[in-house]
C-alpha cells in the first residue's frame, strides 16, 4: 500500500509563504511522476506543480515564480514552497504519484493539506 503523506498546511497572511512536504512510502524516483494539486471548496481538484523522474518540473501558469516544486530523493520526499501567497490560493493541497506502467496500478493520492490565505 503506497501511502503519500502531507503535511505544512495552515493560516498565512496575504503575501506570507508555506512549503508543503509530501513524505512517500514509496522510492519517488520509481514513479513517472510527482505532483501538487489543490482543491478549492466547490472547484475541481487542478495541478498546482509536478517533478518528473529525470527532474522536470511543470507549473500551472497562476503559479509560475511563486511556487516551487523540489524533492529530497533521500528521504522520498517532495516539497512545494509557496511564497507572495494569495487570497485565492486558498485550497486543499494534495500529493499525487503517478506510478509507471509496469504497475498498473492508479494514481497515488494523498489525504491533502489545507492552507488557508487570510488577513
Known amino acids: 500500500q503506497v501511502q503519500l503523506v502531507e503535511s505544512g498546511g495552515g493560516l498565512v497572511q496575504p503575501g506570507g509563504s508555506l512549503r508543503l512536504s509530501c513524505a512517500a512510502s514509496?522510492?519517488?524516483?520509481?514513479?513517472?511522476?510527482m505532483g501538487w494539486y489543490r482543491q478549492a471548496p466547490g472547484k475541481q481538484r487542478d495541478l498546482v506543480a509536478a517533478?518528473?523522474?529525470?527532474?522536470?518540473?511543470n507549473y500551472a501558469d497562476s503559479e509560475k515564480g511563486r511556487f516551487t516544486i523540489s524533492r529530497d530523493n533521500a528521504k522520498n520526499t517532495v516539497y512545494l514552497q509557496m511564497n507572495s501567497l494569495k487570497p485565492e490560493d486558498t485550497a486543499d493541497y494534495y500529493c499525487?504519484?503517478?506510478?509507471?506502467?509496469?504497475?498498473?496500478?492508479?494514481?497515488?493520492w494523498g489525504q491533502g493539506t489545507q492552507v488557508t490565505v487570510s488577513s
Open positions: 517533478i518528473t523522474r529525470v527532474g522536470s518540473t
Open positions: 514509496v522510492t519517488i524516483l520509481d514513479m513517472n511522476a
Open positions: 499525487n504519484g503517478q506510478p509507471p506502467r509496469s504497475w498498473r496500478m492508479t494514481d497515488f
